[in-house]
Nanobody
Framework: QVQLVESGGGLVQAGGSLRLACTAS???????IAWFRQSPGKGREFVSGISERSTNILYTDSVKGRFTISRDNVKDTVFLQMNSLKADDTAVYYC?????????????????WGPGTQVTVSS
């Protein structure tokens, strides 16, 4: 059982940067963490994920080279550094967790979700 909350969303101009944070509480050992995003036009999609020991890190193609995921297991926090933001990055970003060490790109594989944080990128 784990509780998640996202922070760091907001408004930014295209080309700018934001850093999202996902803070976990409760039972946090051996959890894989992923970021998903959802927009009205595109639905929910996988963005990035990181395994418990950071040995498995995945990014969707559209964010490779621009986004970086990392985690601080002492602080039970996962970060998503988002650079060179584009208008089509606009979405609600959700943090998700599941037990185990494997990153999945499928939303239904994650049993725990934060409430989301809005990211809006203006053109």
């Amino acid at each position: 059982q784990v509780q998640l909350v996202e922070s760091g969303g907001g408004l930014v101009q295209a080309g700018g940067s934001l850093r999202l944070a996902c803070t976990a509480s409760g039972h946090t050992f051996h959890y894989t963490i992923a970021w998903f995003r959802q927009s009205p036009g595109k639905g929910r999609e996988f963005v990035s994920g990181i395994s418990e020991r950071s040995t498995n890190i995945l990014y969707t193609d559209s964010v490779k080279g621009r986004f970086t995921i990392s985690r601080d297991n002492v602080k039970d926090t996962v970060f998503l550094q988002m650079n060179s933001l584009k208008a089509d990055d606009t979405a609600v970003y959700y943090c998700a967790a599941r037990a185990g060490t494997a990153v999945s790109t499928t939303a239904v594989m994650y049993g725990y979700w934060g409430p989301g944080t809005q990211v809006t990128v203006s053109s």
